[in-house]
């Protein structure tokens, strides 16, 4: 709070009439509330998710780069969201599969262009189709068939139980922009 607004708030406390301490309490919120309310309060400026979006991306050639401080956005109150993902929702129309993240293919890691953007799969798991389908058919000890493709034994099992599946991600998958997109002009 400001200075003059404390001296203010300590001057109608200590102008008060003597009261029995039962009742100070109750005054001293009561003169705080009629103080709190007379400070106007700062308006802050409503912006969509995507005038804040281009607010944080500066255009590069065709990258987009994400200027933030990370790669969140907030899109409502306490929803946060990916922008890689919010643009892609928003701006080319894609739905993107549990599992998956979008990465930039143009070498920039800050670019957030749907256009520049191919799904890749969560986690840390790099086995492919062909060798999850071989773990499935292997008759060998887990213990061998984690060795062979560097991976731990409880890995193994959960594949071949059927408790891990590997999500199927589109390979080469490539998002268009529905309508030529300008940014917002900065207010």
């Given at each position: 709070?400001k200075k003059?607004?404390?001296?203010?708030?300590?001057?109608?406390?200590?102008?008060?009439?003597?009261?029995?301490?039962?009742?100070q309490?109750?005054?001293?919120?009561?003169?705080?509330?009629?103080?709190?309310?007379?400070?106007?309060?700062?308006?802050?400026?409503?912006?969509?998710?995507?005038?804040?979006?281009?607010?944080?991306?500066?255009?590069?050639?065709?990258?987009?780069?994400?200027?933030?401080?990370?790669?969140?956005?907030?899109?409502?109150?306490?929803?946060?969201?990916?922008?890689?993902?919010?643009?892609?929702?928003?701006f080319?129309g894609?739905?993107?599969?549990?599992?998956?993240?979008?990465?930039?293919?143009?070498?920039?890691?800050?670019?957030?262009?749907?256009?520049?953007?191919?799904?890749?799969?969560?986690?840390?798991?790099?086995?492919?189709?062909?060798?999850?389908?071989?773990?499935?058919?292997?008759?060998?000890?887990?213990?061998?068939?984690?060795?062979?493709?560097?991976?731990?034994?409880?890995?193994?099992?959960?594949?071949?139980?059927?408790?891990?599946?590997?999500?199927q991600?589109?390979?080469?998958?490539?998002?268009?922009?529905?309508?030529?997109?300008?940014?917002?002009?900065?207010?």
């Amino acid at each position: 709070m400001k200075k003059y607004i404390l001296r203010s708030m300590v001057r109608a406390i200590l102008d008060q009439p003597k009261v029995p301490k039962r009742y100070q309490s109750a005054m001293n919120a009561d003169i705080l509330k009629r103080l709190s309310d007379a400070v106007p309060r700062r308006q802050n400026k409503k912006r969509t998710p995507e005038e804040r979006f281009w607010r944080r991306v500066l255009q590069q050639d065709s990258c987009w780069l994400w200027r933030g401080r990370s790669l969140t956005i907030s899109t409502a109150p306490g929803v946060i969201s990916n922008t890689r993902r919010w643009a892609i929702e928003h701006f080319a129309g894609g739905v993107l599969p549990a599992g998956t993240s979008p990465r930039p293919i143009c070498g920039h890691d800050k670019c957030v262009n749907p256009e520049h953007q191919t799904l890749k799969r969560k986690g840390p798991s790099r086995l492919t189709e062909e060798q999850v389908a071989a773990i499935r058919s292997d008759t060998r000890p887990y213990p061998q068939i984690a060795k062979e493709h560097g991976i731990c034994r409880s890995y193994v099992s959960q594949i071949r139980t059927g408790k891990r599946c590997i999500p199927q991600s589109p390979a080469g998958l490539a998002f268009k922009l529905l309508t030529p997109v300008a940014p917002a002009p900065e207010v």
